[in-house]
Nanobody
Framework: QVQLVESGGGSVQAGGSLRLSCLAS????????MAWFRRAPGKQHEGVAT???????GYADFVKGRFVISTDHAKNTLYLQMNNLKPEDTAMYYC???????????????????WGQGTQVTVSS
């Protein structure tokens, strides 16, 4: 079992920055794929960014050049640095984790068993 706890959400104006954190209950970064998802009201989960056990990252097109995913192995913490935020980035943000499986897609929410409770990000214009 893995417990994930997000923090760092808040309210900012467009163009501002936030850094989200996701603390894992044990060390998993050497084997698990990690990801950030978001869900806006009335919408489904969207994959935002991912990082695998080798440190390879991937991003949704709508955040490329603005968001950066990273891990601190010593702190068992996953981060999402969000810059140049836009009102359309407003959503609940979740971190997710699981062992990678053949054929799985990083941005498919059903491919992750472990989820945090979410942290709200609100961007005003």
């Amino acid at each position: 079992q893995v417990q994930l706890v997000e923090s760092g959400g808040g309210s900012v104006q467009a163009g501002g920055s936030l850094r989200l954190s996701c603390l894992a209950s044990r060390y998993i970064f050497s084997t698990y794929r990690m990801a950030w998802f978001r869900r806006a009201p009335g919408k489904q989960h969207e994959g935002v960014a991912t990082i695998d056990s080798g440190g390879t990252t991937g991003y949704a097109d709508f955040v490329k050049g603005r968001f950066v995913i990273s891990t601190d192995h010593a702190k068992n913490t996953l981060y999402l640095q969000m810059n140049n935020l836009k009102p359309e980035d407003t959503a609940m943000y979740y971190c997710a984790a699981d062992l990678p499986r053949l054929g799985s897609r990083w941005n498919a929410d059903y491919d992750y068993r472990y989820w945090g409770q979410g942290t709200q990000v609100t961007v005003s214009s």
